[in-house]
């Protein structure tokens, strides 16, 4: 993680991204609480518990370091993108701090639609804006662990489990997923399902168990993604990276409270 800041960042600044090569090896990210159902129309949707800390993952792979969305050529292949890697290679370390992804190499100003990290010793406008949108992604984020962590003390969380890929490493299985039971919730009291309602929740939560299927996809996704990685040696300091990533946003979710 390299932490933005004037002394160190005066001369440098952003090219942006052409398609999303960068995201290829990121199978799981979080999402905040108002793109849920967005992104539920899109891919799966389910919940891990990250440091005592549940959230919402958008799943776009069925093994780990495959993202079966992102084509060869680098091109999305879903209807919406999840928050977080629409701000690459941009993170939130803290409501005033950003900091660049660990796969990132930061630019001259000089260079050629290189955009300014800083104007005056100030982050740029539209950087700032960058700012103010990652806090607000973070506080969707950490909204979805109170109702979370109610259901899972109801019962109402169960392990899911996406389609299985008759792949040679079984070891790169997602894990630690769960998945609303909806048996459990109609079992769950009256009040608190009342609860939930009146939040908002139902709404989402049912955007999450009907987002599932898409899993069923990746069967087809997998074929000129997901198989040539898994015939080719892994390539350490790729792995490493897209490891750092992962890390890299599990550490911001611990600060989900901003």
Not at 30 to 43: D, N, Y
Not at 124 to 152: D, K, M, R, Y
Not at 161 to 175: F, M, N, T
Not at 214 to 242: G, M, N, S, Y
Request: with cysteine.
């Amino acid at each position: 993680m390299t932490i933005l800041s004037p002394e160190t960042h005066a001369d440098l600044g952003w090219r942006p991204a052409k398609g999303f090569h960068f995201a290829r090896e990121v199978a799981m990210v979080p999402v905040a609480l108002a793109e849920l159902p967005r992104v539920a129309q899109a891919m799966p949707v389910a919940f891990s518990k990250s440091e005592g800390r549940w959230q919402a993952l958008a799943v776009m792979g069925p093994i780990e370091g495959a993202n079966v969305l992102v084509s060869r050529e680098g091109k999305w292949r879903a209807s919406y993108v999840p928050a977080l890697l629409r701000v690459y290679p941009f993170r939130l370390v803290e409501p005033e701090t950003l900091a660049l992804w660990s796969n990132y190499r930061p630019e001259p100003q000089v260079g050629e639609g290189v955009q300014p990290f800083y104007k005056e010793g100030a982050l740029a406008p539209w950087l700032h804006q960058t700012l103010t949108f990652l806090n607000t992604v973070h506080s969707g984020i950490g909204a979805l662990h109170s109702p979370l962590a109610g259901l899972e003390a109801a019962g109402a969380l169960t392990p899911w489990v996406g389609p299985k890929l008759d792949v040679p490493q079984p070891e790169r299985a997602l894990s630690g997923l769960y998945a609303l039971e909806p048996e459990r919730l109609s079992a769950c009291a009256d009040s608190q399902v009342l609860d939930l309602f009146r939040a908002g929740h139902l709404r989402w939560l049912y955007a999450h168990l009907d987002s599932l299927h898409h899993a069923e996809r990746f069967k087809a996704l997998a074929k000129d993604i997901v198989a040539p990685q898994l015939e080719a040696p892994r390539q350490p300091d790729k792995v490493e990276q897209a490891a750092d990533v992962l890390a890299a946003i599990a550490e911001d979710m611990g600060d989900t409270e901003l």
